[in-house]
């Protein structure tokens, strides 16, 4: 089953943070987030492994919370390259079922 | 060349036409994905190769048929299409390790397919 995320879309001045939330029906093995820019490839941005664990990229963090079946990505002091459609990818445990979120279209405005 | 590679980026086929779309990865994973992005709908795994070995198939129309020659490359036959299936397809590579997570896929350009 898909996985929920929220907002659907967000529009951000340059400088200001953003949260997008990813939802899971099903206790998950792991989380991924993607980063996809207008007319390019997904971009991985890291993986979460069930556990709890926090990540950091630059200045984009991830969280999972095992408990609510749920991952938050981070965007803090967004830039304009920030922008592009950021997709959530879900598995129940490893190699099961992985299922892309519908994406959330995020605009970095100057 | 590095990464994932398709071609061609663009392709515009006749509903009666047979095609193929290549993808190569340089990355030494061991298994490989192709992909489905529609406008305004979510990536749908189509077919997944683990070590050359077909290993899952999301109910794919039979006018795809997927080839994995080795490791390195991935081909996705056409033929017949539909207008409907007119869509961005990627490809994608990734190293599975036995239960172990790490990383996660490398995605290709893609390729823009246009079903007249």
């Known amino acids: 089953q898909q996985p929920v995320q929220s907002p659907q879309a967000v529009i951000l001045r340059e400088g200001e943070d953003a949260v997008i939330n990813c939802s899971s029906s099903?206790?998950?093995?792991?989380v991924h987030w993607y980063r996809q820019k207008h007319g390019e490839a997904p971009v991985f941005l890291m993986i979460?492994?069930?556990?709890?664990e926090q990540k950091g990229h630059e200045k984009i963090s991830a969280s999972f919370n095992e408990k609510k079946q749920q991952s938050s990505l981070y965007l803090t002091a967004s830039q304009l390259s920030y922008s592009g459609t950021y997709f959530c990818?879900?598995?129940?445990?490893?190699?099961?079922?992985?299922?892309f979120g519908p994406g959330t279209r995020l605009s970095v405005l100057p | 060349e590095t990464g994932v590679t398709q071609t061609p980026r663009h392709l515009v086929m006749g509903m009666t036409n047979k095609k193929s779309l290549k993808c190569e990865q340089h990355?030494?994973?061991?298994?490989m994905y192709w992909y489905k992005q529609s406008a305004k709908k979510p990536l749908e795994l189509m077919f997944v190769?683990?070590?050359?070995?077909?290993?899952e198939n999301n109910s794919v129309p039979s006018r795809f048929s997927p080839e994995c020659p080795n490791s390195s490359h991935l081909f996705l036959h056409l033929h017949t299409l539909q207008p409907e299936d007119s869509a961005l397809y990627l490809c994608?590579?990734?190293?599975?390790?036995?239960?172990?997570?790490?990383?996660?896929?490398?995605f290709g350009s893609g390729t823009r397919l246009t079903v007249v």
């Open positions: 099903k206790a998950l093995y792991s």
């Open positions: 990355l030494g994973h061991n298994a």
């Open positions: 990818g879900t598995e129940w445990s490893y190699g099961q079922n992985f299922v």
């Open positions: 190769y683990s070590l050359e070995e077909r290993v």
């Open positions: 994608a590579s990734s190293q599975e390790n036995l239960g172990a997570r790490d990383y996660g896929y490398t």
């Open positions: 979460l492994l069930k556990g709890g």
